[in-house]
Structure formats: structure tokens, C-alpha cells
T-cell receptor, first 111, second 116 residues
């Protein structure tokens, strides 16, 4: 499985934008970039995914570098409810969507 | 749509006892996953089913863990006998069978197992 690298932790203030980086230099052409988050005492929750182009949904935006070796999850206005562990995951090929989680980034949001 | 249902939410057992967890995936989702999440770590895939066939069980400790998915719907994960290091949250997830990575997975709330 292709590996991703994320910072262990990040902090933000409420109502400010948050940019969560992810490096994936060994990504293959068929790998999708997925982001999940896990709130305390809950199962992981899908946030967004993309292949080559930037993606937007109601939760966040995903900016993918032109060479696809890195990506950034953007939360446009952080709220206290966005405090969670954010996981950047690559999945594709014949994996049937298998998700291999790393340590993720712990996001702390200050009021 | 209804989410992934898991039961029980919590379980405390003594070491060497057996335990079983149940998962009901979202209707129509052919792919089902069981993950183990030890405190402070990311979830680790134990087993992945496509309908009632096993796609990946490379990280399932087969000497003590077993899983089945009868009729390609509900699934049960069993541990027998349990060890102290099995204390973790066991997460079930499901997704549509689009293949590749162009699909999202939906997770249940998990079962927190404590082995004493």
C-alpha cells in the first residue's frame, strides 16, 4: 500500500480556515486520495476524496498537487466540532476500497 | 439511509474467554470491513469481505480470531480465547462495490472490548 505522511498535530482558532497537509510521494496512477476524520469516541467519518482534480463538498475542499505527490484538506471555517483526528489515505487498484489508516493529524480547535 | 449497526457497544470479559461482535452493514453494500483500533492508534484492517467472500484477511490473527458473513449481509467477528492485548475498539464498515478507490466507506460506532 502506498504510504502517506501527515503532521502529528495541528491547531487552529474557531472560524479560521485550516489547511491539513498530506504527502504521498509513492502514489500510483490509480490511487484515489481519501480523507476521513474521527471524532472522540466515534467511528471514522468520510470527509472527501479525489483522483486528480480539486474537489469540493459541503464539509471541505481537497486540493491536489499537479504531480499528485501531495494534497491538502481545507476546512474553510473551523468550528469546535471539527476537532478530530484527520486521516489521509490512498486507495485504489484492486483493493476494493481497502482503507489503510496511519496515525493521522490531531486537529485542535481553540474557541 | 440507516447507518452501519454494531452490537454490543461495550463488552468486558476475562482473558481466555470468548466474545462475539455483530455488524449489520448499510443495505446494498457488498463490501464489509472489520477494523481493530487500539487506543492512540489508527484503525487496522482485520478482514475485508466482498459479498460473502474474503478479499483480505492478511492481518487477522487466525489462531484466535474468526469472522463470517453469511448470505453476504450481516457479519460476526469472534475472538476465542481473548488475550489482554485484544482490548480495543472493533469497528465495522461497509461500502458499495464500485471497485478501485472511488467509493466511500461508512463506519459503525464500534464495540469497545476490555479484556481483564
Amino acid at each position: 500500500d502506498a504510504k502517506t505522511t501527515q503532521p502529528n498535530s495541528m491547531e487552529s482558532n474557531e472560524e479560521e480556515p485550516v489547511h491539513l497537509p498530506c504527502n504521498h510521494s509513492t502514489i500510483s496512477g490509480t490511487d484515489y486520495i481519501h480523507w476521513y476524520r474521527q471524532l472522540p469516541s466515534q467511528g471514522p467519518e468520510y470527509v472527501i476524496h479525489g483522483l486528480t482534480s480539486n474537489v469540493n463538498n459541503r464539509m471541505a475542499s481537497l486540493a491536489i498537487a499537479e504531480d499528485r505527490k501531495s494534497s491538502t484538506l481545507i476546512l474553510h471555517r473551523a468550528t469546535l466540532r471539527d476537532a478530530a483526528v484527520y486521516y489521509c489515505i490512498l486507495t485504489g487498484g484492486t483493493s476494493y476500497g481497502k482503507l489503510t489508516f496511519g496515525q493521522g493529524t490531531i486537529l485542535t480547535v481553540h474557541p | 439511509e440507516a447507518g452501519v449497526a454494531q452490537s454490543p457497544r461495550y463488552k468486558i470479559i476475562e482473558k481466555r474467554q470468548s466474545v462475539a461482535f455483530w455488524c449489520n452493514p448499510i443495505s446494498g453494500h457488498a463490501t464489509l470491513y472489520w477494523y481493530q483500533q487500539i487506543l492512540g492508534q489508527g484503525p487496522k484492517l482485520l478482514i475485508q469481505f466482498q459479498n460473502n467472500g474474503v478479499v483480505d484477511d492478511s492481518q487477522l490473527p487466525k489462531d484466535r480470531f474468526s469472522a463470517e458473513r453469511l448470505k453476504g449481509v450481516d457479519s460476526t467477528l469472534k475472538i476465542q480465547p481473548a488475550k489482554l492485548e485484544d482490548s480495543a475498539v472493533y469497528l465495522c464498515a461497509s461500502s458499495r462495490p464500485t471497485g478501485g478507490g472511488n467509493t466511500e466507506a461508512f463506519f459503525g460506532q464500534g464495540t469497545r472490548l476490555t479484556v481483564v
